[in-house]
């Protein structure tokens, strides 16, 4: 039987059950990392809200997931605890959208500002990014699926402006 683990905000899952498939809903300015072992199968989603830890690290050790930079580090501890290995990782990333009208009502950008603090941290400790798909006003529902690891993000405008009326669904 398929089993679905959703992943909430502020929250990661990891999972080596081929017959699992984890799902996190309605990224907005929030940043969702995507891990996958592809000899392994093993595979773990982050949804997480704010860039850097440090904004308040007391909300860092009870909930890690929150920030982009230690919500990083507990995915990918908990995917190495399940035995992927780092050269077999593929990396997608989603959300971080601008969450104004248009960009000029974004005060904060934290959509974008999650996204570099990721993009500085993989850096750093030599991880590539396989596909993003980041920016712009959209929210995006991101899925990965076990067994094959066939990653979907489905998509849809933020304030219903749209220049597509469905919701555009992708597979890769």
Same mark, same amino acid.
């Given at each position: 039987?398929?089993?679905?683990?959703?992943?909430?905000?502020? #929250?990661?899952?990891?999972? #080596?059950?081929?017959?699992?498939?984890?799902?996190?809903? $309605?990224?907005?300015?929030?940043?969702?990392?995507?891990?996958?072992?592809?000899?392994?199968?093993?595979?773990?989603?982050?949804? =997480?809200?704010?860039?850097?830890?440090?904004?308040? *690290?007391?909300? $860092?050790?009870?909930?890690?997931?929150?920030?982009?930079?230690?919500?990083?580090?507990?995915?990918?501890?908990?995917?190495?605890?399940?035995? $992927?290995?780092?050269? +077999? *990782?593929?990396?997608?990333?989603?959300?971080? $959208?601008?969450?104004?009208?248009?960009?000029? +009502?974004?005060?904060?950008?934290?959509?974008?500002?999650?996204?570099? =603090?990721?993009?500085?941290?993989?850096?750093?400790? =030599?991880?590539?990014?396989?596909?993003? #798909?980041?920016?712009?006003?959209?929210?995006?529902?991101?899925?990965?699926? *076990?067994?094959?690891?066939?990653?979907?993000?489905?998509?849809?405008?933020?304030?219903?402006?749209?220049?597509?009326?469905? +919701? *555009?669904?992708?597979?890769?």
């Amino acid at each position: 039987s398929k089993m679905k683990a959703v992943v909430g905000i502020a #929250d990661w899952y990891t999972s #080596d059950n081929p017959e699992e498939e984890i799902v996190t809903y $309605a990224l907005g300015s929030c940043l969702g990392v995507v891990v996958y072992d592809s000899i392994n199968r093993i595979g773990g989603i982050l949804h =997480a809200m704010l860039p850097f830890s440090r904004e308040d *690290l007391k909300k $860092a050790k009870e909930k890690p997931a929150m920030y982009v930079d230690t919500g990083f580090g507990v995915l990918i501890n908990d995917i190495f605890e399940h035995g $992927a290995q780092k050269k +077999n *990782l593929k990396i997608y990333v989603f959300g971080g $959208a601008s969450m104004g009208i248009n960009s000029k +009502n974004d005060h904060f950008k934290i959509g974008i500002r999650n996204f570099t =603090a990721l993009r500085k941290l993989l850096w750093k400790n =030599a991880f590539m990014i396989d596909y993003k #798909d980041v920016g712009g006003n959209i929210s995006r529902t991101v899925s990965i699926r *076990l067994k094959d690891g066939l990653v979907c993000v489905n998509k849809k405008p933020i304030n219903g402006q749209s220049n597509f009326k469905n +919701n *555009l669904k992708e597979c890769f």
